[in-house]
T-cell receptor, first 115, second 111 residues
Framework: GEDVEQSLFLSVREGDSSVINCTYTDSSSTYLYWYKQEPGAGLQLLTYIFSNMDMKQDQRLTVLLNKKDKHLSLRIADTQTGDSAIYFCAETIGHGSSNTGKLIFGQGTTLQVKP | NAGVTQTPKFQVLKTGQSMTLQCAQDMNHEYMSWYRQDPGMGLRLIHYSVGAGITDQGEVPNGYNVSRSTTEDFPLRLLSAAPSQTSVYFC??????????FGSGTRLTVV
């Protein structure tokens, strides 16, 4: 079935790197996403990676994709207190003409950044 | 501003009442979805649509109906509200191969 799993909580010190991990089950996923949600707010797209890529870097964010293990990670360099939020991993189900239009989310990882 | 617009932002219902949560997008996106967010459970897919006239069930469809008569609108109807439907509801839209844009959410309380 379709399932996305994340650890629920991560605490780091300001200035350290944060690594948030995610595993997924659908091998036909086209895109994998990372969303950020601050308290009381909606979801903000942080970054995404296409399934034929291994890595994507965008300023302080690095996404690593291991398709064999169906493992996705988000590394935030030089973590700041403003990075404190819930981070969601999500995958699209289906590929190309069989893209179902479904986007399945993990439970979210709460990142706490201590000064 | 272009984007996904959800109304209302807040709503309190009594058990058994019905209501419609509105969602509209002006980006000509083919795909639209409804999610509910509950603490510790992430976002769960209620219903989704890949185009006008086409809808399908997600993970938690019971108690909800949808229709997609136009590309722009995707309303979510609660037929007979129950306390278990107290949640934050998000609407999202995307192109076929693109990232999803989310609305700001509707916070629903059923008493």
């Amino acid at each position: 079935g379709e399932d996305v799993e994340q650890s629920l909580f991560l605490s780091v010190r300001e200035g350290d790197s944060s690594v948030i991990n995610c595993t997924y089950t659908d091998s036909s996923s086209t895109y994998l996403y990372w969303y950020k949600q601050e308290p009381g707010a909606g979801l903000q797209l942080l970054t995404y990676i296409f399934s034929n890529m291994d890595m994507k870097q965008d300023q302080r964010l690095t996404v690593l994709l291991n398709k064999k293990d169906k493992h996705l990670s988000l590394r935030i360099a030089d973590t700041q207190t403003g990075d404190s939020a819930i981070y969601f991993c999500a995958e699209t189900i289906g590929h190309g003409s069989s893209n179902t239009g479904k986007l399945i989310f993990g439970q979210g990882t709460t990142l706490q950044v201590k000064p | 501003n272009a984007g996904v617009t959800q109304t209302p932002k807040f709503q309190v219902l009594k058990t058994g009442q019905s209501m419609t949560l509105q969602c509209a997008q002006d980006m000509n996106h083919e795909y639209m979805s409804w999610y509910r967010q509950d603490p510790g459970m992430g976002l769960r897919l209620i219903h989704y649509s890949v185009g006008a006239g086409i809808t399908d069930q997600g993970e938690v469809p019971n108690g909800y109906n949808v229709s997609r008569s136009t590309t722009e609108d995707f309303p979510l109807r609660l037929l007979s509200a129950a306390p278990s439907q107290t949640s934050v509801y998000f609407c999202a839209s995307s192109y076929r191969q693109g990232s999803y844009t989310f609305g700001s959410g509707t916070r629903l309380t059923v008493v």
